[in-house]
Nanobody, 123 residues
Framework: QVQLVESGGGLVQAGGSLRLSCAAS????????MGWFRQAPGKEREFVAS????????NYADPVKGRFTVSGDNAKKSVYLQMNSLKPEDTAVYYC????????????????WGQGTLVTVSS
């Protein structure tokens, strides 16, 4: 059974930084991509960032470009999200996600999900 476990969420003041981590286990195959989504209260889940194994290509949502950095270790089946210059509007539950196939950067394009970790940015 595939499991994704996130860690690193918490409370931080605006302008601060946090680093999220996610480790995948139970995999008997190579993942195509890992990434992060977030869901703020009362809003839909949205794409944040991803990294594609093999090419090393990274993708970011416009609101986080220049502030967030996604990285990973394919051998460890882990992905990280360094979040700098955090803003109150970054407050959300952050979900780690993994894709086992070539897919789009949408919720439907990812096959496995973590349970989420809460990030709260105070003003």
């Amino acid at each position: 059974q595939v499991q994704l476990v996130e860690s690193g969420g918490g409370l931080v003041q605006a302008g601060g930084s946090l680093r999220l981590s996610c480790a995948a286990s139970g995999l008997a195959f190579t993942l195509y991509r890992m990434g992060w989504f977030r869901q703020a209260p009362g809003k839909e889940r949205e794409f944040v960032a991803s990294i594609t194994w093999g090419s090393g290509r990274t993708n970011y949502a416009d609101p986080v470009k220049g502030r967030f950095t996604v990285s990973g270790d394919n051998a460890k089946k882990s992905v990280y999200l360094q979040m700098n210059s955090l803003k109150p509007e970054d407050t959300a539950v952050y979900y780690c996600a993994a894709a086992a196939r070539i897919s789009t950067l949408t919720i439907a394009g990812f096959d496995y999900w973590g349970q989420g970790t809460l990030v709260t940015v105070s003003s």
